[in-house]
């Protein structure tokens, strides 16, 4: 069976059977021409992986799991363990929520800051609640799309995941050739130099954004502080070149009238 035929029949995607084979978990034959061909045994495996992520057990359980170095009764314990954690910490969105219920009727009398006082309180206690932080990034995301549908003419938004690799492999290729054009045609100089130029400055642009986000994944209040840092940082420069051109002119028109 194709892959294709197993993302159909078990309605999962190729990325999530790749990385599980990327993993260990799935070991499918591979043909003459190389194209993986998946067994009833690779599909009953898929299967039973399918399950058990679906149930909250890690990748490494999982594994451990198909080697038979931890028995199913043990992983079971701490999956449950695990998800008795996850839902005692939603509690506090819970009780918030229904005391709210029983104590307003109407929207616009509820006195947020008493609710948001009680929330704040659950929250230093270890409750958690909702990661506002999402909303922010849909708003990001709905933005950037618009910017770059007016840009390419094209919605990003119906370009399908597994083809957003390529798709931004592509794109680096792009610049990084319009690099190397405007390096030869404008500067007079080497193509591969405006080319590998592109290259290591997107490329440090992209290891220093990821860096950033993973320290904000890690640790919110860490990552907002040196996201606002970098900004100030950014606004002082761009402060500092807007006085130096406001010097150059008023230079330049002195000079002129006397």
Not at 101 to 124: G, M, V
Not at 234 to 254: A, E, P, S, W
Request: net charge negative; aromatic share 12%.
């Amino acid at each position: 069976m194709k892959i294709k035929e197993v993302e159909e029949l078990l309605s999962v995607s190729r990325a999530n059977i790749r990385f599980y084979e990327k993993e260990g978990l799935l070991s499918p034959n591979r043909e003459t021409n190389n194209y993986r061909d998946y067994s009833e045994e690779n599909i009953k495996e898929l299967k039973k992986i399918i399950l058990f992520r679906k149930l909250g057990f890690t990748i490494d359980e999982i594994k451990k799991l198909q080697k038979g170095e931890i028995n199913l009764k043990d992983a079971s314990a701490d999956n449950i363990a695990r998800l008795e954690s996850e839902i005692e910490s939603l509690k506090g969105a819970l009780n918030l929520t229904q005391k709210l219920a029983d104590e307003q009727t109407d929207f616009d009398a509820i006195d947020e800051n008493h609710y948001l006082e009680i929330l704040s309180a659950e929250e230093n206690q270890g409750a958690k609640f909702a990661d506002i932080l999402k909303d922010y990034l849909t708003f990001e995301t709905e933005a950037l799309n618009l910017s770059m549908k007016f840009v390419f003419l094209t919605d990003f938004k119906r370009i399908r995941k597994k083809h957003g690799i390529l798709f931004a492999s592509i794109l680096f290729l792009f610049f990084c050739v319009l690099g190397g054009i405007g390096e030869k045609f404008l500067r007079h100089g080497s193509f591969w130099k405006g080319f590998f130029e592109d290259i290591f400055m997107l490329g440090g642009l992209f290891l220093f954004t990821s860096t950033l986000y993973v320290l904000h994944k890690i640790s919110p209040k860490i990552g907002s502080f040196v996201l606002n840092a970098i900004l100030i940082l950014c606004l002082l420069f761009l402060g500092g070149i807007f006085l130096l051109i406001i010097i150059l002119l008023l230079n330049q028109l002195l000079h002129f009238w006397f």
